[in-house]
């Protein structure tokens, strides 16, 4: 599970958001920029969840939506390789 977890695209949406968090809590006032920015991190965010996911489901066989980048075929056979040795 570490490797799901621990992948760049999820590590740098949280950095993102950590960030957004710190600018959030200065003195700033709150303008179409910074909304474009949270927007921006929560549409980044929900990507990196859902390659994680599609990943997790590719390794154990299950159906992985058409439009992923997640070789579904190449994760499980490693994945059979791995628990036969």
């Not at 929560?42 to 997790?56: C, E, H, K, N, R």
């Amino acid at each position: 599970m570490r490797k799901y977890l621990f992948g760049t695209g999820l590590l740098s949406a949280i950095t993102g958001g950590v960030t957004l968090l710190r600018s959030a809590r200065s003195d700033e006032p709150f303008t179409w920029r910074t909304a474009l920015a949270w927007l921006s991190w929560g549409i980044t965010f929900a990507l990196a969840v859902g390659s994680v996911v599609d990943s997790y489901r590719g390794a154990r066989g299950r159906l992985v939506a058409e439009d992923s980048g997640v070789d579904r075929d190449k994760l499980f056979g490693d994945r059979v390789k791995r628990r036969r040795r």
